[in-house]
């Protein structure tokens, strides 16, 4: 089994940072892309940012200059450095990854269980 694991998430003034981490752990064969999407109360799941395997990042508008995607590839670990946070940056946020595992043939998209992103004063 593969399973993705995020933590960093808690309570920040407006203005201020968070890192975000997402360990991915198991019988894992290769991971391609991996990303972070986020869900505020009362609204679909949005995306946030993806990072290729080659390091190659995207983001959304709302996010841009503010938030950094990096992996490390030796620790299977995807991290969104969240910085200038708005009250409307407060969500779950999830990571997922694009993963081959060692008892599949093909890779699929797993995702961690989320971790509460609260920016107020």
């Known amino acids: 089994q593969v399973q993705l694991v995020e933590s960093g998430g808690g309570l920040v003034q407006p203005g201020g940072s968070l890192r975000l981490s997402c360990a991915a752990s198991?019988?894992?064969?290769?991971?391609?892309?991996m990303g972070w999407h986020r869900q505020a109360p009362g609204k679909q799941r949005e995306l946030v940012a993806t990072?290729?395997?080659?390091?190659?990042?995207t983001y959304v508008d709302f996010v841009k200059g503010r938030f950094t995607i990096s992996r490390d590839n030796a620790k299977n670990t995807v991290y969104l450095q969240m910085n200038s946070l708005k009250p409307e940056d407060t969500a779950v946020y999830y990571c997922?990854?694009?993963?081959?595992?060692?008892?599949?043939?093909?890779?699929?998209?797993?995702w961690g269980q989320g971790t509460q992103v609260t920016v107020s004063s």
């Open positions: 997922n990854a694009f993963i081959r595992s060692f008892r599949d043939s093909v890779a699929r998209t797993y």
């Open positions: 990072i290729s395997s080659g390091d190659s990042t």
């Open positions: 198991g019988s894992i064969g290769s991971i391609y892309t």
